[in-house]
Structure formats: C-alpha cells, structure tokens
C-alpha cells in the first residue's frame, strides 16, 4: 500500500474495515516519514476527520514504544 | 460507564507463571475500583522501537475493563512503581469492548466439561446404586 500519491482518496473513508487503531502499527507506520515525522494530510490524501484519528494512534504508538519517536528504528 | 483500556509492557524472558502472577496482581489492583474487567489478555512479544531500561523486547498485555468513577491517575501512579512494569498506557475507549471469544470459549469450555464429567460420575454413581438395590431387593 503506497501511501503518497493516489490522489485525494481518503484510505480509511474507502475501506471502512481499516481501523485506525493505535495497535495496528502496519497500517500506521505507513504514515510517518523516514525521520518519524507524521506525514501531512494534503500529501496522503487522508481526510480531516480521519487525519486526527491518525495522529492521536500514532502517538500512542510512541508512548508505548511500539513506534519509534525519531524513525530510526524498523518503524520508518 | 466508561470503557477503558490499559496496556503495559513486561520483560520478554518472563515465564508463563510469572506472566500469570503480574496479571493477576494486576487485575486485582484495578478490579478494586472497576466495575467489571471485560479482557485480560497477553497480546505477545515484540521488539520495543527504542530500548527501555536498556531492554529491547518485550511483552505486552492488555487489559479492558469498565469504570463508573475514574481512578486511573491513581492506577498509573501504582503502575509507574512496579518494578516488573517497564511501560503502560490506559486511554478511554468510545464503544463497549467486544469480550475476546478465546479466553470466554477456553474458560466456558473447561468449566462444561467439569460439570459433564460430575454429572457422569454421579449419573453411574445413582445407575450403580440402583443396580445394587435392585440385586438387593
């Protein structure tokens, strides 16, 4: 799943089984840049609503050490 | 009522009885002020993406439960001075955790067949016994 470039489709608003979930690392990962920034919504073409969501389990993710805070690590 | 869910994280070289121990220590502490713990459940090993205590690995386990007064400050608190505890979260939940099949099916599975083997124990115990009066009569 290439995360940059397809447009200005919402990933989760398509495909409503996708859940934006915190544990759900693949999914998220996919979002973050090699230096473990998150990517912008303009650039994924991810919706508002679903941007915010996306935010908050990615930085669950970190706090809980499932994803890293600087991309140095697998996550990036 | 509110849902919520905690995750914490445990050394990976822990054993089985050990892992057992935490949890139950664990799900004491919070059944104390929870309304009713829905899971508890360990979610598996994985790689931390950065070293805690200089540990790489680790264990996780999840527990889901529901609260009618919010105490998690107090549970984080007691959290952060377990030794055994390397990390934890707990963040509220929007909908009623869906209870995990598994651990019902396995908890329902073997108190079931516990009654089945009573109730054939004590159903060729009565056959037995009638048998006995029979052939005493």
């Not at chain 2, 919070?30 to 979610?43: F, G, L, P």
Request: a positive charge; proline letters at 2%; one cysteine or more.
């Amino acid at each position: 799943m290439s995360v940059i470039g397809r447009g200005n489709v919402c990933k989760f608003c398509e495909d409503k089984s996708i859940s934006i979930d915190y544990k759900n690392v693949k999914i998220i990962k996919k979002f973050v840049n090699e230096q473990g920034k998150i990517i912008p919504g303009r650039v994924t073409g991810v919706c508002a609503k679903c941007q915010r969501q996306l935010t908050k389990a990615i930085k669950r993710a970190r706090n809980i050490a499932l994803m890293s805070y600087t991309g140095d690590s697998f996550s990036a | 009522m509110r849902y919520y869910e905690t995750i914490y994280v445990v050394h990976p070289d822990f054993e089985d009885s050990r892992l057992d121990e935490i949890k139950s220590n664990v799900d004491k502490h919070i059944k104390k002020n929870c309304d009713e713990i829905i899971n508890s459940y360990v979610w598996g090993k994985r790689r931390l993406a950065y070293d805690i205590n200089k540990i790489s690995y680790g264990t996780y386990i999840i527990v889901h439960y529901s609260v009618k007064k919010p105490f998690i400050e107090e549970l984080n608190s007691w959290m952060k001075i377990q030794e055994n505890i390397l990390a934890n979260m707990t963040i509220r939940l929007e909908e009623q955790p869906k209870a995990k099949e598994d651990n019902k099916d396995s908890v329902a599975k073997s108190v079931e067949l516990k009654n089945n083997v009573k109730k054939n124990d004590s159903n060729e115990e009565n056959i037995k016994d009638k048998k006995e009066l029979e052939v005493k009569e």
